[in-house]
């Protein structure tokens, strides 16, 4: 794998495998587009007035609706995906977006855009829990961890263009204010719809389907430069035939195989943690409440608000692509953990300097020292909860897992995504930044949670993984096909 971790862009086929990947990588776009378009919105006059100023609860169903389409759609992940393939479960997502979308813009009232956003929550759920392991499946090993690491920085990439979309439309009166951005959030949606059929099918699904030809054709294509004798390709091939013929004898294929063994057991709990840390870290505020809290530190007209959230976009979305590189060089777990601390002091300082404004309105320095720390809590959670989060979940899943577990884990974090946007405004409205200690004290909760529950995965392939969660069986007979790689190598070399 050595010869092509380097100039990559050198190997012709390879080179076409990574422009392709954009398609799946544009899947998670659509939920950062939503989050940063309703602050966005929020900061909007024409939005308010059309809409009548929402607040507490009537806000919350407004931000809620996303993630309860979300969770009637991780039902449709695994059917789709599994039954038909990446390429058309990804496919179907994307036509649920792009139909969203269209509500969206065209909504005449509350419930038309509600129920809009129920689509596109639905949709959304479905491109990211196919697009996932859709990239994880199709990478080449020697680009496995950071191409599905870079995965989730598209959230933040979505998030820049709404902001920016909200704030050069803020300026227009009329309904168009509104309607614009609504409609761009469709647009990554329609690219996948037309251009996903270019994409290489996962050559695991193939291969569980029995088309081990075609299966041995896409790797040879696009991880051997057309070599079907080439080392790694056969080693590949092999490890995936074997693996799933034993997951096949092994697979039970119903929600309780999640609590059948001790290894799935602990892989459970541990999306199921990953999920609620996910959510529950504070980012709320910075995702779809930065209207109200700016609003409570003084800065309340739309340029300021559209500014600072387009603004803090481009900080969130460099951090992630930077921060995409750390897994394979730190390891996920250290990356979580850090990722904690950091979003844990940030909490602490906008709780804090909330207060201090609180006391006297004219304590610009603590205003000003509220915005500093909302900036830069999009970094600290892009740390561990960007591309890592979305590099650890998939690769900690077998293949006959990997889609369901997604749906699992997008499900817990859907319901917390819910909980979140519904609590959040209404503690906003009734007890201010005495709101923001819970999440301080709930944050060393996580911490904890981390550090006695994840393994680290830096190195292994997806297939050795299993083994440190289902023990030394499984493991000892990959490792033993990897020295025969590694041999059949330096023979080459």
């Known amino acids: 794998m050595q010869r092509y971790t380097q100039k990559w862009w050198t190997h012709r086929n390879l080179r076409t495998l990574n422009l392709w990947m954009l398609i799946p990588l544009l899947s998670i776009f659509a939920q950062g587009f939503d989050g940063s378009m309703m602050n966005g919105l929020q900061s909007v006059s024409n939005w308010q007035s059309y809409f009548g100023s929402p607040k507490g609860g009537v806000l919350g169903i407004f931000n ?166 080439d080392p790694l390709v056969r080693f590949e091939f092999n490890e995936i035939t074997m693996t799933l013929e034993t997951e096949k004898e092994d697979s039970r294929h119903n929600i309780l195989e999640f609590m059948s063994t001790p290894g799935n057991r602990k892989r459970t709990v541990i999306m199921v943690w990953a999920a609620i840390c996910s959510q529950m870290s504070g980012n709320a505020f910075v995702s779809y409440y930065l209207s109200p809290i700016l609003s409570s530190v003084g800065l309340t007209s739309d340029l300021e608000q559209t500014l600072i959230n387009a603004t803090s976009q481009m900080l969130s979305w460099f951090s992630a692509l930077y921060f995409a590189t750390l897994p394979e060089k730190v390891g996920r777990r250290t990356l979580f953990l850090w990722s904690l601390c950091c979003m844990w002091i940030v909490d602490i300082a906008i709780t804090a300097g909330s207060a201090e404004f609180a006391k006297n309105n004219d304590n610009k320095a603590a205003g000003y020292a509220v915005v500093v720390f909302l900036y830069l809590f999009s970094p600290a959670y892009n740390l561990g909860f960007n591309g890592n989060l979305g590099l650890y979940i998939p690769e900690i899943l077998p293949f006959h897992l990997r889609t369901r577990g997604l749906s699992l884990f997008y499900f817990v974090q859907f319901c917390f995504m819910i909980l979140s946007n519904f609590a959040v405004p209404i503690g906003l409205e009734n007890i201010h930044w005495r709101l923001y200690p819970i999440f301080v004290a709930w944050v060393m909760v996580e911490c904890a949670g981390v550090y006695f529950l994840f393994p680290e995965t830096k190195g292994p392939s997806l297939e050795e993984i299993a083994g440190i969660f289902d023990g030394p069986q499984i493991k000892g007979g990959l490792t033993t096909d990897h020295n025969e790689l590694e041999k059949a190598e330096v023979v080459e070399n």
């Open 64 to 229: 809620a609706a996303y993630p309860l389409g979300g969770i009637a759609g991780v039902f449709l992940i695994s059917p789709a995906a599994d039954r038909w393939g990446r390429r058309i479960g990804l496919a179907l997502g994307a036509s649920l977006c792009c139909l969203g979308a269209a509500l969206q813009a065209g909504s005449i009232n509350i419930a038309m855009f509600v129920i809009s956003r129920v689509i596109i929550g639905a949709g959304s759920v479905v491109v990211a829990g196919v697009g996932a392991p859709y990239i994880t499946e199709i990478a080449h090993p020697a680009q496995r961890s950071t191409a599905t690491a870079l995965f989730l920085t598209f959230y933040s990439l979505g998030s820049i263009t709404a902001g920016w979309a909200t704030f050069g439309t803020f300026r227009i009166d009329g309904d168009a204010a509104w309607r614009i951005p609504s409609a761009l959030q469709g647009l990554p949606s329609v690219i996948q719809v037309l251009l996903v059929w270019f994409v290489p099918e996962s050559p695991r699904w193939l291969v569980s389907k029995g088309r081990t030809a075609d299966a041995l054709d896409m790797l040879a294509k696009y991880h051997g430069e057309g070599n079907r004798e």
